[in-house]
């Protein structure tokens, strides 16, 4: 890769490198001193400096952020006779937090619900609901659908429908299809719905990712079988018959009156 110096020996060289890639700059003035940055990302960026010949000398051989949306930025380096530097950034994921609540149609946490946490058909993780939040960290990875799946809901109870989820490249939780670009980008086209209040099944509070599902009471009718509605019928019948009767005597005693 080429470029050309300002009037006062600066340059500046912007370069697109996508995951596996690599830009080589050759013949630098021996003496220049020089930095490599890497733009904030989603992800946690690191480097390191490797020497590959004896020649030289080498001022910061690594560095690291601590968490995403940083920028990173090496040691100041001096081209020096006969060095050959390599400088590799990695970008990690970061380790997101995520929760998952099991309530009631009262609100009430529902204990003893088994779910599962998958990726296709694979089973990530598998647990059963308390009397609190179940927290998962470092456990799912940005741009991958899941499917929170109940397994069995405890008695007096029915299973919740699946949730579809994904992180984005920032973490944030989105309930729905992930839908990418062309480029692998995270396309605003997808039938995901942030959190904006409104839906009941996701919630964000102290920059954790929640997931809210709700077990619905199973209110069980009366079995049919037996004598069933028989009683019921001829009691019916009977207040039925009762009633005519009182009838016809009301009436036979306003004939004999006439």
Not at 163 to 176: E, R, T
Request: glycine share 10%.
């Amino acid at each position: 890769m080429t470029f050309t110096a300002d009037s006062a020996g600066a340059a500046m060289v912007i370069v697109e490198l996508a995951d596996g890639e690599s830009a080589k700059f050759q013949k630098l003035p021996i003496g220049a001193t020089y930095i490599v940055s890497e733009a904030a990302s989603g992800y946690i960026a690191s480097y390191t400096v490797k020497n590959d010949e004896a020649a030289g000398n080498v001022a910061g051989k690594e560095g690291a952020n601590t968490s995403a949306d940083l920028a990173l930025t090496t040691s100041r380096e001096t081209v020096d006779s006969g060095e050959e530097i390599t400088i590799t950034f990695e970008n990690d994921s970061e380790q997101f937090k995520i929760s998952f609540n099991k309530k009631d149609d009262g609100g009430m946490f529902v204990v003893g619900a088994r779910l599962q946490i998958k990726s296709g058909d694979t089973v990530i993780r598998s647990f059963n609901t308390g009397s609190g939040e179940q927290v998962f960290t470092g456990v799912l990875e940005v741009l991958t659908q899941y499917t929170l799946h109940e397994v069995s809901a405890p008695d007096g109870y029915l299973p919740a429908e699946d949730v579809q989820f994904f992180f984005d490249q920032y973490g944030q939780i989105w309930i729905g299809t992930m839908v990418l670009d062309a480029n692998g980008a995270l396309s605003v086209n997808g039938d995901g719905v942030p959190y904006d209040g409104s839906a009941s099944a996701v919630c964000v509070k102290a920059g954790d990712n929640c997931i809210t599902v709700e077990d619905p009471y199973n209110i069980k009718l009366p079995e049919t079988g037996g004598l069933g509605t028989l009683p019921y019928m001829a009691s019916g019948m009977f207040l039925l018959l009762l009633s005519a009767a009182a009838r016809v005597l009301l009436c036979r005693k306003e004939e004999k009156m006439d």
